[in-house]
């Protein structure tokens, strides 16, 4: 159970493309998503969290307006990164957590997007 | 003070031994503790969790808790070569609200 997917699993595009990731929760109801991002050999950096049908929390010096985040049912979340530029490319990874917003449940990772940006 | 540390690593292992893995975090009131398994390229993976005081077992895996030294491990028995991955240490917090919090993980590297 707990089954998150996310898509897709890679992306190539130029310069000033816009690329939308999904990420659905296949099992269960998740009211409340997670985008991260991660470098390599870095840690997991978290982006925004993303609660159902309500605007997304983003964390400090996260561009809203780059990253647009839509949580329209609960189970499934869209990460838009728009005009993307090389130093967007990245490893985009959602998570996803069964319960209410106030829940000690353990998150559910998708497998993660890897974005290059030529 | 991090609110969830963890020793970088590596912790190199032989084939077979028991590999420890420790996490220690602030606050007293955090009340959910989970352990991540991560190789590299690849996203977390949720392989233990532990809501009180004890030990729990999963197969090879065996997570420990201790609320009042406040911390958690995970012990890995018979450890493998394809045990080598990135551990992280999550704890969710109550802070009025619940705020998970990762640490920055383990590497672990398990010599054939």
């Known amino acids: 159970g707990a089954v998150v997917s996310q898509h897709p699993s890679r992306v190539i595009c130029k310069s000033g493309t816009s690329v939308k990731i999904e990420c659905r929760s296949l099992?269960?109801?998740?009211?409340?998503m997670f985008w991260y991002r991660q470098f390599p050999k870095k840690s997991l950096m978290l982006m925004a969290t993303?609660?159902?049908?309500?605007?997304?929390?983003?964390e400090q010096g996260v561009e809203k307006d780059k990253f647009l985040i839509n949580h329209a049912s609960l189970t499934l979340s869209t990460l838009t990164v728009t005009s993307a530029h090389p130093e967007d490319s990245s490893f985009y990874i959602c998570?996803?957590?069964?319960?209410?917003?106030?829940?000690?449940?353990?998150?559910?990772f998708g497998d993660g997007t890897r974005l290059s940006i030529l | 003070q991090k609110e969830v540390e963890q020793n970088s690593g590596p912790l190199s292992v032989p084939e077979g031994a028991i590999a420890s893995l420790n996490c220690t975090y602030s606050?007293?009131?955090?009340?959910?503790f989970f352990w991540y398994r991560q190789y590299s390229g690849k996203s977390p993976e949720l392989i233990m969790s532990?809501?009180?005081?004890g030990d729990k077992e999963d197969g090879r895996f065996t997570a420990q808790l201790n609320k009042a030294s406040q911390y958690v491990s995970l012990l890995i028995r018979d450890s493998q070569p394809s045990d080598s991955a990135t551990y992280l240490c999550?704890?969710?917090?109550?802070?009025?609200?619940?705020?998970?919090?990762f640490g920055a993980g383990t590497r672990l590297f398990v010599k054939a």
């Open positions: 606050d007293r009131g955090s009340q959910s």
């Open positions: 998570s996803a957590r069964t319960g209410s917003h106030y829940s000690n449940q353990p998150q559910h």
């Open positions: 532990i809501y009180s005081n």
């Open positions: 999550v704890v969710i917090l109550n802070t009025g609200g619940f705020k998970t919090i």
């Open positions: 099992d269960f109801q998740a009211t409340t």
């Open positions: 993303s609660n159902e049908g309500s605007k997304a929390t983003y």
